[in-house]
């Protein structure tokens, strides 16, 4: 049982290149997320997914886009990547409201540090 | 959807002192989640709680959720090194078009003095 588990943990990109962020997760929940962290920002969040095939944008969407063909996986991608992209990017995941037990606890993934030159 | 602020940005104590973390909103909450980062590492669920009035304790660790569903606080008592980290407060939308979204605050960084 692993969890949450992000890839890659570390990647330096050129401006303009592109990427992907793959969120596994391996605890059959319903609802996943990618957030970023950047220094006195908190999280933020930037696209949600509440199941299978269904995706929703957060509160900082510009930029990524996402993809959940497959209930245990979330990728995030960067088609075109800009400095201002630079953070440390958090996947989470979590029982529905209909799964879970009462805590609604997201579990969270290492994180990935990107860089973009 | 439901945004929440949280005070102070920055906290440094002495180790032994008692710290808080506040968490306000202007609209009613269906509910508050606190959880810790250690610095380098990931948030970690500490606590939900969706009851008006609501307190909570985890040893050293108590959690309130106002009567009106506003605010929320973390109080630590005694703190200790191992209390560093960053704590967040998040609260779920109530749904609607936001179904399913966890927002957090900007979070509160506890620096500990031995």
């Known amino acids: 049982n692993a969890g949450v588990t992000q890839t890659p943990k570390f990647r330096v990109l050129k401006t303009g290149q592109s990427m992907t962020l793959l969120c596994a997760q391996d605890m059959n929940h319903e609802y996943m997320y990618w957030y970023r962290q950047d220094p006195g920002m908190g999280l933020r969040l930037i696209h949600y997914?509440?199941?299978?095939?269904?995706?929703a944008k957060g509160e900082v969407p510009d930029g990524y886009n996402v993809s959940r063909l497959k209930k245990q996986n979330f990728l995030l991608g960067l088609e075109s990547a800009a400095p201002s992209q630079t953070s440390v990017y958090f996947c989470?995941?979590?029982?529905?409201?209909?799964?879970?037990?009462?805590?609604?606890?997201?579990?969270f993934g290492e994180g990935s540090r990107l860089t973009v030159l | 959807g439901q945004q929440v602020m949280q005070i102070p940005q920055y906290q440094h104590v002495q180790e032994g002192e008692d710290f808080t973390t506040y968490c306000n909103s202007s609209?009613?909450?269906?509910?508050i989640q606190w959880y810790k980062q250690r610095p380098g590492g990931h948030p970690v669920f500490l606590i939900q709680l969706v009851k008006s009035g609501e307190v909570k304790k985890q040893k050293r660790l108590t959690f309130q959720f106002g009567e009106a569903k506003k605010n929320s606080s973390l109080h630590i008592t005694a703190t200790q090194t191992t209390d560093v980290g960053t704590y967040f407060c998040?609260?779920?939308?109530?749904?609607?078009?936001?179904?399913?979204?966890?927002?957090f605050g900007q979070g509160t960084i506890l620096t500990v003095h031995p």
């Open positions: 997914s509440v199941g299978e095939g269904t995706t």
């Open positions: 998040a609260s779920w939308d109530a749904g609607g078009t936001s179904y399913g979204k966890l927002t």
């Open positions: 989470a995941s979590s029982y529905s409201r209909a799964q879970r037990s009462n805590t609604g606890e997201l579990f």
């Open positions: 609209t009613t909450l269906s509910n």
